[in-house]
């Protein structure tokens, strides 16, 4: 269960880390032109970008392995397995994200099922 644990914590660790950065880091470059002078272009964040419409997402993408660390290290074998089996679910529907969820997919999922097969196999 320990490395269950470990790996939850991991995948939670990266999901939250990556929901902040994707909000309020440079992740986009706005420009301007002005008239007759040089186009100016500065780092903006998606905040700024898109607003609040992607957010709701990322609050499931990044809860999803935040809840399957609290259901591994407070709740029953059983009930870890159902969250578990769950926030995999719910993060692998980020690969349909064009603006950068699927790193949910990519980066969280595997940390996800590899916590689950560890738990699985450790001894009761």
């Given at each position: 269960m320990r490395t269950a644990r470990l790996l939850a914590a991991a995948a939670a660790t990266i999901g939250v880390f990556y929901a902040v950065y994707f909000f309020l880091?440079?992740?986009?470059?706005?420009?301007?032109?002005?008239?007759?002078?040089?186009?100016?272009?500065?780092p903006t964040t998606q905040l700024e970008m898109s607003g609040l419409a992607p957010l709701p997402f990322f609050i499931l993408w990044a809860g999803a392995p935040v809840a399957a660390l609290a259901a591994l290290t407070w709740g029953s074998r059983a009930t870890a397995t159902r969250v578990l089996?769950?926030?995999?679910?719910?993060?692998?529907?980020?690969?349909?994200?064009?603006?950068?969820?699927?790193?949910?997919a990519l980066f969280c999922v595997p940390l996800l099922m590899l916590a689950l097969v560890a738990m699985r196999r450790a001894p009761a």
């Open positions: 880091g440079p992740t986009g470059m706005m420009c301007s032109i002005t008239d007759g002078g040089p186009q100016v272009c500065r089996v769950a926030a995999i679910l719910v993060d692998l529907t980020s690969i349909v994200s064009i603006g950068g969820g699927f790193y949910y």
